[in-house]
């Protein structure tokens, strides 16, 4: 007996039913009640941000696999840090890691402009493909090594770092604009924190802890002092 494909859509309405379940089953029990935020789940299509193979996949539960070993996050993650991160029409966002491009195409929809940076190039091409054909014309992409520092726009009113890092570098503060916000997961496997720094003035700064996670790491993340025997 043949297999059945694994696309759960034959039909268009299929596809807003899985969105639908998504928003209302994974992502308002997780606490995101912002209506502009919810709103915004049904105007970017996730499903056109994951890759072909794995696109039955789009409005489940979990990481998604996109290429060169890294994960899109959970949408209730991407939903969450949206409404934390509160963001606003003037915001200029630096974002580290693009990978499948929606996170970003989400925050450049309530920001003024989003940076964002990809080490890994197949990714970058990747999540530039995905924007493009959305339309995203308040995005700059490259391509580097943002995981420590990404001085060129600084300050910014937002940043994102969508890998975990084992210490926050303090470099990050200081790129930070009066009234800007940081998000990040710091910590070491298994107990991961994240966490939103905002700085209320030049070196003024307040961390409120949200939840603990467990996030792959980026690639390059400042790493704490080790002991050695």
Wanted: hydrophobic share 45%.
């Amino acid at each position: 007996m043949g297999r059945i494909a694994d696309t759960p859509w034959r039909h268009p309405m299929n596809i807003e039913q899985a969105r639908f379940n998504m928003v209302e089953q994974q992502i308002r029990p997780w606490d995101v009640l912002d209506q502009d935020v919810l709103d915004l789940l049904y105007v970017v299509p996730r499903e056109e941000f994951v890759p072909p193979a794995h696109r039955a996949l789009a409005f489940t539960d979990m990481e998604i696999p996109i290429g060169d070993g890294e994960r899109m996050w959970a949408p209730k993650m991407e939903a969450r840090v949206l409404q934390e991160l509160a963001l606003r029409k003037v915001d200029r966002v630096l974002e580290v890691g693009t990978g499948s491009g929606y996170l970003t195409a989400l925050l450049a929809h309530r920001a003024a402009h989003v940076n964002s940076v990809e080490i890994r190039p197949a990714l970058a091409a990747f999540g530039k493909a995905n924007l493009e054909r959305h339309g995203a014309d308040n995005v700059t992409l490259e391509v580097g090594d943002a995981a420590r520092d990404w001085p060129q726009y600084a300050p910014y009113d937002v940043v994102v770092l969508t890998g975990s890092t084992p210490v926050l570098p303090q470099t990050w503060l200081a790129r930070l604009a009066p009234g800007g916000r940081l998000f990040a997961v710091v910590g070491d496997a298994p107990v991961m924190t994240a966490r939103i720094v905002h700085c209320s003035a030049p070196g003024a700064f307040r961390t409120v802890e949200l939840f603990e996670t467990m996030l792959a790491p980026l690639a390059n993340a400042e790493q704490p002092p080790r002991f050695r025997f």
